[in-house]
T-cell receptor
Framework: DQQVKQNSPSLSVQEGRISILNCDYTNSMFDYFLWYKKYPAEGPTFLISISSIKDKNEDGRFTVFLNKSAKHLSLHIVPSQPGDSAVYFCAASLSGTYKYIFGTGTRLKVLA | GAGVSQSPSNKVTEKGKDVELRCDPISGHTALYWYRQSLGQGLEFLIY????????KSGLPSDRFSAERTGGSVSTLTIQRTQQEDSAVYLC??????????????FGDGTRLSIL
């Protein structure tokens, strides 16, 4: 039972354009969401997070949007840069627990 | 170093052998996690340590898998009688817990385990 789903395995975007990565979840009790970026042969790196009491969090070129009624979150990267090419994982967690439930990842390729 | 350190970075072993994977968390991080990423899959939670105790072992796939943590620091994940389906990248993460809620987990670069 996949509680966190990233339905697009890959995405290609032109440099300078917006990248939108999507994530859906099934458990309405999740209250904290994160995005991680992973380069080959490296561990995931924390990118940005959002609490369920918010619907938007912004950090530089990265913005995460949360739609609780749709159980959907998205990561917007604008403008996209070639160095953003990586696999992006979304993750969710429950209050009182410390484990993250990860999606299967979306491979982003930013074309120069 | 300042980050989470894992060793070895790669391990190739024969089916049926035991393997030990090591994780050095970020200094001062009380929480430590092990995950596994199989080919084409997301990260699968294995076990969580708070200090030296493991309140959540729910992700360990079988009794061939065990983990311990000593001195509130280094952790080892042991897989006994390895099987080919154990081949994966094993990732360790650590975080501060109890200071500020929802501190993000910081990951090491993983150990790529290949069972022949």
């Amino acid at each position: 039972d996949q509680q966190v789903k990233q339905n697009s395995p890959s995405l290609s975007v032109q440099e300078g354009r917006i990248s939108i990565l999507n994530c859906d979840y099934t458990n309405s009790m999740f209250d904290y969401f994160l995005w991680y970026k992973k380069y080959p042969a490296e561990g995931p790196t924390f990118l940005i997070s959002i609490s369920s009491i918010k619907d938007k969090n912004e950090d530089g070129r990265f913005t995460v949007f949360l739609n609780k009624s749709a159980k959907h979150l998205s990561l917007h990267i604008v403008p996209s840069q070639p160095g953003d090419s990586a696999v992006y994982f979304c993750a969710a967690s429950l209050s009182g627990t410390y484990k993250y439930i990860f999606g299967t990842g979306t491979r982003l390729k930013v074309l120069a | 170093g300042a980050g989470v350190s894992q060793s070895p970075s790669n391990k190739v072993t024969e089916k049926g052998k035991d393997v030990e994977l090591r994780c050095d968390p970020i200094s001062g991080h009380t929480a430590l996690y092990w995950y596994r990423q199989s080919l084409g899959q997301g990260l699968e939670f294995l076990i969580y340590f708070q200090g030296n105790s493991a309140p959540d072992k729910s992700g360990l796939p079988s009794d061939r898998f065990s983990a311990e943590r000593t001195g509130g620091s280094v952790s080892t994940l042991t897989i006994q009688r390895t099987q080919q389906e154990d081949s994966a990248v094993y990732l360790c993460a650590s975080s501060l817990v109890g200071v500020i809620p929802h501190q993000p987990q910081h990951f090491g670069d993983g150990t790529r385990l290949s069972i022949l």
